[in-house]
């Protein structure tokens, strides 16, 4: 009797079988719709069988196996499959995922009529099956650095897996040694991945590949393209007709038969790792889809996070430096305004007013970052002690006067401004701090002549608006940018000359040990923002901390210094990647519930936690969210597979827990936030 396991999207850790008289081998992989409860549902079949754990009585017939697009090859299902073990998320949760909504769903997009491919030519070093390309690029390159030729020739040159770490500055032409890599992948026939951190980099970067292969069939892939083009995008991977697939973090789940190079940009940066649903780190899975296809990939950043820095210290991983940047002759100079003395104006310097002063009196451009919008974090009345509070988070409300706004930055909840005191009455309510829109609005009154604009989530809040504000840069239509870090990633800015930082100590000494990392980073982008062309740059940090040696790192571009004391404070504390974590929350209407639970996850633990380390549970930073209270519980390891076995043995424990009504609990391995 044939039988086919179905991997379904519900939130248990199991197959589901249901006969299917006319299934073979073929059928593996493919979608299938089946009768679930009253109702049907989609999913994907992982294998097929003879005998099931059911009595045959109980199983049901499956409605349709899904036969009109290929069946997803053996090693999507494997990543699937690691998925599900390493992140302990149900395989139909992450089989689920890893499809478009569309396909998902059971539909197949419109595909456009696929001419005739000519036969491939034949070719020595090519791979089975494909046909070399002929790929020829459109613009006449330039000589490579000589430290560029060297990484190109050594991921070109690299025989099965490797990882490599290309560590250079913004503007030292790590992306031109992708595309030479990439180049030469798609000369040999094979499929290139390249993964950016976020959708409003793609159309750039997308320009530029189109532009150096005008002959290949590129594939773009985010959620935020529309449900056909991103099911098209994908059965054009799995069909091997796409060339390249340049997408966000989900572009790692594209089937793709011919994939001979992963490459990851800005490595480090927190949007690969997910934080619903299926708490993926995209990076992390590229490293074990590279192993799996025993293919080289490349991890690039001008600031690498500490795990992979370390492992390319280790040998782990094969660092390839790119230390000079490309075309501008050097880096910003990076200076530190000591505020502790001064009477600052609106939170500016007289340094940072003056370096403004003059950019304007050059025609050139500044930016001033605050990595905070809005126009103040709070709202208060100081004679009865009311502040703008959310309702449902443990958050303020933050002040918006360009819409007159009080908005959770946590949960959306948004009320107008009171013209009087809530609670009082009284009528002179006072903002406090400060955000983008207050520095925006303080800018353009202190320099009158000057076309001063904002950018951050508010003002770029959809991508239309968003690369408007860029084309107004770009066409010299702004004096001063006022940003947040929407600003620091990947742009060019030819005229601007000065950045300056305003409020970045705060990150100094955050509860979260991985805060300095994401400050140092965050520096170093905004500042690789000035001085890209002929201008040279300057960027001004202004702090309350002018010794801490982070900034003096950053004045002197010595990335790998401050990483090595940071590693070093990681060691001493255990940390990662010293340690291998996992943290469990709960949500819960009452704080006792949330807790109660984690405590009793604690106790089933025990018996089996060899060498695991389970801290107290604790309130969450935001304790309160949407009404929710959240508590959490950290687990430690020093080794992964000691952490790994552990964490699939407590899984069943837990979901075998009692709860109370609406109690929500997730596990998320190798959590990026504290
Ligand atoms: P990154 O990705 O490290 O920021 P890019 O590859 O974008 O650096 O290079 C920065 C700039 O330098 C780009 O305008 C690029 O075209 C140019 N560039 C890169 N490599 C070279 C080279 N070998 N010769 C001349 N220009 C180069
Ligand atoms: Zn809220
Ligand atoms: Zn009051």
Not at 121 to 135: E, F, K, L, M, W
């Amino acid at each position: 009797m044939n039988i086919v396991r179905v991997a379904l999207d519900l939130p248990l850790p199991k197959l589901f079988d249901y006969l299917a008289p006319d299934s073979d081998e073929s059928d593996i992989g493919r979608r299938v719709t089946v009768p679930f409860g009253t109702a049907s549902r989609i999913g994907v079949i992982i294998s097929l069988t003879q005998a099931s754990e059911q009595p045959d009585a109980k199983l049901k017939t499956v409605i349709a196996i899904l036969r009109d697009m290929p069946a997803l090859p053996a090693d999507w299902r494997e990543l699937c499959e690691f998925c599900a073990r390493y992140y302990q998320t149900p395989l139909g949760e992450v089989t689920s995922f890893a499809l478009p909504p569309m396909l998902r769903r059971g539909k197949l997009p419109r595909m456009p009529k696929v001419a005739a491919v000519a036969p491939a030519p034949p070719s020595r070093d090519t791979v089975p099956g494909a046909g070399a390309r002929d790929i020829t690029s459109a613009v006449a390159l330039p000589p490579l650095l000589a430290a560029q030729a060297a990484a190109v020739e050594a991921i070109v040159g690299a025989r099965g897996f490797t990882c490599f770490l290309l560590h250079g500055v913004t503007g030292s032409g790590k992306t031109e040694v992708y595309l030479r890599a990439i180049d030469a992948v798609l000369r040999r026939g094979g499929q290139a991945l390249m993964l950016v951190p976020e959708i409003a980099l793609t159309p750039q970067l997308e320009g530029r590949v189109a532009a150096r292969f005008p002959t290949a069939h590129v594939v773009c892939a985010n959620s935020g393209m529309a449900d056909a083009a991103r099911a098209r995008g994908f059965l054009d991977a799995l069909g091997g007709r796409a060339d390249i697939v340049l997408g966000t973090r989900l572009s790692i789940f594209m089937p793709m038969p011919r994939l001979r190079l992963i490459v990851v940009d800005e490595e480090h940066d927190a949007s690969f790792k997910q934080q619903e649903g299926l708490r993926y780190s995209a990076r992390d899975v590229a490293i074990w889809r590279a192993h799996q296809l025993d293919i080289p990939m490349v991890l690039g950043s001008a600031t690498p996070s500490l795990e992979t820095f370390h492992h390319a210290g280790t040998g782990r991983y094969v660092m390839l430096e790119l230390p000079e940047r490309a075309v501008a002759e050097s880096m910003p100079l990076v200076r530190i305004v000591d505020t502790r003395r001064e009477k600052l104006q609106e939170g500016l310097s007289a340094a940072l007013l003056g370096g403004l002063q003059k950019r304007l009196e050059r025609g050139e451009q500044s930016l001033v970052f605050l990595n905070r919008r809005g126009y103040a974090p709070v709202m208060a009345c100081p004679p009865c002690g009311w502040v703008s509070r959310c309702q449902r988070c443990a958050a303020n409300l933050v002040l918006h006067l360009a819409d007159q706004r009080l908005r959770c930055h946590h949960c959306g909840f948004e009320a107008r401004v009171p013209r009087a005191c809530p609670d009082c009455g009284n009528v002179d309510l006072m903002a406090f701090g400060r955000g983008t829109q207050r520095l925006e609005a303080m800018l353009a009154e202190r320099f009158p002549e000057a076309r001063v604009l904002r950018i951050d989530r508010d003002s770029a809040s959809t991508p239309k608006k968003w690369q408007a504000l860029l084309a107004t840069i770009h066409a010299g239509g702004a004096d001063i940018l006022v940003g947040t870090q929407m600003l620091a990633k990947g742009h060019d800015f030819p005229m601007l000359t000065l950045v300056g930082a305003v409020g970045a100590d705060a990150a100094l000494f955050a509860a979260d040990f991985r805060a300095p990392e994401r400050l140092f980073a965050q520096m170093m982008q905004v500042g690789g923002r000035s001085g890209r062309a002929a201008l040279p740059g300057e960027v001004l940090i202004q702090t309350e901390y002018p010794d801490h040696p982070l900034y003096q790192a950053l004045i002197d571009h010595d990335y790998d210094r401050f990483a090595r004391n940071q590693l070093e404070e990681r060691r001493i504390a255990g940390f990662p990647p010293f340690s291998f974590q996992a943290m469990l929350r709960a949500e819960a209407r009452a704080m006792e519930q949330a807790l109660a639970f984690l405590a009793a996850a604690r106790d089933a633990a025990a018996g089996f936690a060899n060498g695991i380390t389970l801290y107290d549970p604790v309130p969450m930073r935001m304790q309160r969210l949407m009404t929710l209270e959240r508590g959490q519980l950290l687990v430690e390891s020093t080794s992964r597979p000691a952490l790994q076995a552990f964490l699939a043995a407590w899984m069943e424990k837990l979901y075998a827990l009692k709860m109370p009504a609406g109690l929500r609990w997730h596990l998320d391995v190798d959590p990026l936030e504290f």
